[in-house]
C-alpha cells in the first residue's frame, strides 16, 4: 500500500496495529538513552528490538518504513497499541510536542482538533 497525504498536515501509511489513540508526539531517531512519557506517540524512522522497552509506555507508533510484518508493528500489535507504518517524512513532519491522533485500523495520523 502507498502512503499518501490525506489533506495539509494529516499523514497516511499502512494500518499495523487497530485502535486509535490521541497524544503528544516524540519523535526519536534513536533508542538509546531515549524516553517516553506515558501515553506519548512514539514516531521513528525504523525500529528494531533495542526499540522494545519504549513500546512499554507508547500510546502508538508511528514509523517510516515498515509493512504489517516489520518489528514495529509486530510488538504494537502484541502489546495492543495501535500502529501506522510506512509514513513517508514521519520524523520531519510531525514535531515533539505536536497532539495527535493515529488511527492504527484506517492507517492515518491527524491533527489532533
Do not use: C, N
Request: aromatic share 2%; glycine share 14%; no cysteine.
Amino acid at each position: 500500500m502507498m502512503a499518501k497525504s490525506h489533506a495539509a498536515g494529516d499523514l497516511s501509511g499502512t494500518p499495523a496495529s487497530a485502535g486509535t489513540a490521541t497524544g503528544r508526539v516524540r519523535v526519536i531517531l534513536d533508542p538509546v538513552g531515549a524516553h517516553l512519557e506515558p501515553g506519548e506517540i512514539l514516531v521513528a524512522p525504523s525500529t528494531d528490538p533495542g526499540w522494545t522497552p519504549l513500546f512499554l509506555t507508547a500510546g502508538a507508533l508511528v514509523m517510516e518504513m515498515g509493512g504489517v510484518i516489520s518489528h514495529g508493528a509486530v510488538v504494537a500489535r502484541e502489546y495492543g497499541i495501535p500502529a501506522v507504518v510506512g509514513v513517508p517524512d514521519a520524523t520531519t513532519r510531525l514535531h515533539t510536542g505536536q497532539t495527535v491522533t493515529v488511527d492504527g485500523a484506517a492507517g492515518t495520523v491527524d491533527e489532533a482538533q
